[in-house]
């Protein structure tokens, strides 16, 4: 088979076409870009076989990243795992904000519950000056993020095992950004799509979904520099709780940030 019908095959069982794009691209280890331009190339028995375990794979619902391991985050390949959440697009807010507010020359950052280090290593590799530390208290986690940090040589990142600040004793920051999990532990959302293959623990935060935020909230305070940033993402229409939490925590200058949706999804402090 070749080129065009393995896509035109693929397409067929999947229901997103541009999935046996990525899918196929991945197998072939070429951009998507040689797809379209060269569709006759013959597929070898070898690559044939891996493409339609590929799809077959997809049918059953298992994430393309999670297939491909591989996600792009800010423009950088990540190698993805079943271990860590899949770096969402959304979450380039949390690195845009971080860019737009700490204007240092030397900063230091720290990324909690860093996953594959996307946030960390898109604000590494922005500002070379900086140091940023990612943290995760899974260790397979932290063994995903550092080798994608030796994979895209960014060398002023560091990752960490810590339960949120368990292993940070004394350490302060200039900013402390965080994608945490803050799911509803019984929302409706977990049962379709991406996120039933994901790790419920990179997702899920109480009843409320705000468990994980209200810990950091509560600690955080003793590991920002004065003047220093903390900064979350969280659902969209959870702002208005964190801002809540923050003022009990005598956190000032508190403000969402709204996506280009101008859904607040990121509240600083
Ligand atoms: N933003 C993620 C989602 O939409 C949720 C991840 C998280 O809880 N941090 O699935």
């Not at 860093?114 to 530390?133: S, Y």
């Not at 991406?194 to 935060?205: G, I, T």
């Given at each position: 088979?070749?080129?065009g019908?393995?896509?035109?095959w693929a397409?067929?069982?999947l229901?997103?076409?541009?999935?046996?794009?990525?899918?196929?691209?991945?197998?072939?280890?070429?951009?998507?870009?040689f797809?379209?331009?060269f569709?006759?190339v013959?597929?070898?028995?070898?690559?044939?076989?891996q493409?339609?375990?590929?799809?077959?794979?997809?049918v059953?619902?298992?994430?393309?990243a999670y297939?491909?391991?591989?996600?792009?985050?800010?423009?950088?390949?990540?190698?993805?795992?079943?271990?860590?959440?899949?770096?969402?697009?959304?979450?380039?807010?949390?690195v845009e904000?971080?860019?737009?507010k700490?204007?240092?020359?030397?900063a230091?950052?720290?990324?909690?519950?860093?996953g594959?280090?996307?946030?960390?290593?898109?604000?590494?590799?922005?500002?070379?000056?900086w140091d940023v530390v990612?943290?995760?208290?899974?260790t397979?986690?932290v063994?995903?993020?550092?080798?994608?940090?030796?994979?895209?040589?960014?060398?002023?990142?560091?990752?960490?095992?810590?339960?949120?600040?368990?292993?940070l004793?004394g350490k302060?920051?200039?900013?402390?950004?965080?994608?945490?999990?803050?799911v509803?532990?019984?929302s409706?959302?977990?049962a379709?799509?991406d996120?039933?293959?994901?790790?419920?623990?990179?997702?899920?935060a109480?009843?409320?979904?705000?468990?994980?935020?209200?810990i950091?909230?509560?600690?955080?305070g003793?590991h920002?520099?004065?003047?220093g940033?903390?900064?979350?993402?969280?659902?969209?229409?959870?702002?208005?709780n964190?801002?809540?939490?923050l003022?009990n925590?005598d956190?000032?200058?508190?403000?969402?940030?709204?996506?280009?949706?101008?859904?607040?999804?990121?509240?600083?402090?």
């Amino acid at each position: 088979m070749n080129i065009g019908q393995a896509r035109q095959w693929a397409r067929g069982l999947l229901d997103e076409p541009t999935d046996a794009d990525y899918l196929l691209s991945a197998v072939l280890n070429k951009p998507r870009s040689f797809l379209f331009a060269f569709d006759d190339v013959v597929l070898s028995q070898e690559q044939e076989l891996q493409f339609k375990d590929a799809v077959e794979r997809r049918v059953t619902g298992e994430p393309v990243a999670y297939i491909t391991g591989v996600k792009e985050f800010w423009s950088l390949p990540l190698y993805v795992s079943p271990a860590t959440l899949i770096p969402r697009p959304e979450t380039e807010l949390l690195v845009e904000t971080v860019l737009e507010k700490v204007n240092i020359e030397k900063a230091s950052i720290c990324d909690l519950g860093t996953g594959t280090g996307a946030v960390a290593l898109a604000i590494g590799h922005e500002k070379p000056n900086w140091d940023v530390v990612g943290v995760d208290r899974i260790t397979q986690a932290v063994m995903v993020a550092s080798q994608n940090a030796a994979n895209l040589a960014i060398t002023n990142v560091d990752f960490l095992q810590s339960d949120w600040f368990s292993s940070l004793t004394g350490k302060k920051f200039d900013a402390i950004v965080t994608n945490p999990p803050y799911v509803e532990s019984d929302s409706k959302y977990l049962a379709e799509g991406d996120v039933r293959f994901e790790p419920e623990s990179a997702l899920c935060a109480g009843y409320d979904g705000l468990d994980d935020i209200r810990i950091i909230i509560e600690c955080a305070g003793t590991h920002l520099n004065h003047g220093g940033w903390l900064m979350i993402e969280h659902g969209f229409d959870q702002h208005q709780n964190v801002a809540a939490l923050l003022r009990n925590a005598d956190f000032v200058d508190i403000a969402a940030i709204e996506d280009l949706n101008l859904y607040q999804r990121v509240t600083i402090a």
